[in-house]
């Protein structure tokens, strides 16, 4: 298991070589960088990555200087004409246009994220286009976010603070606001990766008394780090008190958690998704929440992407919605933006990356 900070010390020093310049640029030295490898950065990434690529004196590179508002894709068609690497981040589609765009020189492309369904992976295996992606230095950080997002969906805390600042908090109640403890729960895992044992091992303290999971087929190797069972996904739709969503978006998990799961849960169960908006049926998600099939959510993705604000599920005060944050902290950050360097500086040196996509 990777530790952000501990990462981002040994990422600051991989595949930076510093030009070591005194007296300014010669023109023999312009001329020389003028030939460097291209490079697009399509969003204003954290300033660790940023720096390295800087320093490398490897690539000559230019930069979507925003980190408010995504490129605009006719801007980014005309930006990647000619790369010969790309760095970009989740807003971004590269599919065959993009890649048809950038033509042939295009060898290498390095995405800040863990997640790749923003990659049309055929075309740019067509391609032999290399990808480079940042898993397991985000796996506390959203570990940590998936704790705090079920402690507050299933102990109501958003519902609380609401009361206290309008006047609702009023006399004592027996019963007002209760919420559903983890002390002798189940909790499953839909999707038992890093991420999953990672949130099962901030859980344990609770006094959870059984974890479960499903997947494609069993893990027994990391199941017995967190000692969980494996089930089928009936399975563990009956028997989870609360559910947390861990596994990547494929075509086999699109809209997976729908009617038919969230009719065999708890009336008393907690959904929680931190993976991709996209492995959820938000209409199905909206009615077992409405009707009171199960007890609540917690979202930190959702399809789209901003989700509207006149969304159904936003009118609920059992769905606790976050706007994909879940690895948003400035360890973590900072070193996805330095993996996401490395990845693209040592592809383009023809060398292994630290963490490649295997097409």
């Known amino acids: 298991m990777w530790c952000s900070r501990t990462v981002l010390r040994r990422l600051q020093r991989i595949a930076v070589t510093p030009l070591n310049i005194t007296g300014g640029l010669t023109s023999n030295m312009q001329r020389e960088m003028s030939t460097l490898p291209r490079v ?128 609702g908090w009023g006399t004592w109640r027996t019963l007002w606001l209760c919420g559903y403890e983890l002390a002798n729960s189940t909790v499953g895992i839909l999707g038992l990766g890093r991420i999953g044992v990672a949130i099962a091992e901030r859980l344990a303290p609770f006094k959870v008394k059984k974890f479960i999971y499903t997947d494609v087929a069993p893990r027994p190797e990391l199941a017995s780090i967190i000692n969980a069972e494996y089930v089928s996904l009936d399975e563990l739709a009956k028997q989870s008190d609360f559910l947390t969503v861990c596994c990547a978006l494929t075509p086999e998990t699109k809209e997976i958690c729908n009617k038919d799961l969230f009719s065999k849960m708890k009336n008393t169960s907690i959904f929680i998704n931190t993976s991709r908006g996209g492995v959820v049926n938000q209409e199905d998600l909206y009615e077992a929440l409405s009707t009171g099939q199960i007890a609540g959510a917690g979202l930190d993705v959702t399809v789209p992407e901003p989700l509207p604000t006149n969304h159904p599920l936003f009118t609920l005060k059992n769905c606790v919605i976050l706007p994909h944050i879940a690895s948003a902290s400035y360890s973590t950050r900072n070193a996805m933006s330095a993996l996401a360097a490395n990845n693209l500086l040592l592809g383009l040196r023809g060398e292994p990356m630290i963490k490649e996509l295997k097409l």
């Open 40 to 167: 697009y950065v399509t969003r204003q990434i954290p300033p660790e990555g940023l720096k390295i690529l800087r320093e490398s004196g490897q690539v000559q590179f230019q930069l979507w200087d925003s980190d408010d508002i995504p490129v605009p894709r006719q801007e980014l068609l005309e930006k990647v004409k000619g790369v010969d690497g790309l760095l970009c981040v989740l807003t971004e589609k590269i599919d065959a246009e993009l890649l048809e765009a950038a033509g042939p020189n295009l060898k290498v492309l390095s995405t800040m994220s863990v997640g790749f369904d923003h990659l049309s992976l055929e075309e740019l295996k067509k391609r032999g286009i290399r990808v480079g992606y940042t898993p397991d230095v985000l796996t506390d950080a959203v570990a940590e976010l998936t704790v705090a997002l079920l402690l507050t969906t299933s102990r109501r805390l958003i519902e609380a603070t609401h009361e206290a600042k309008t006047g």
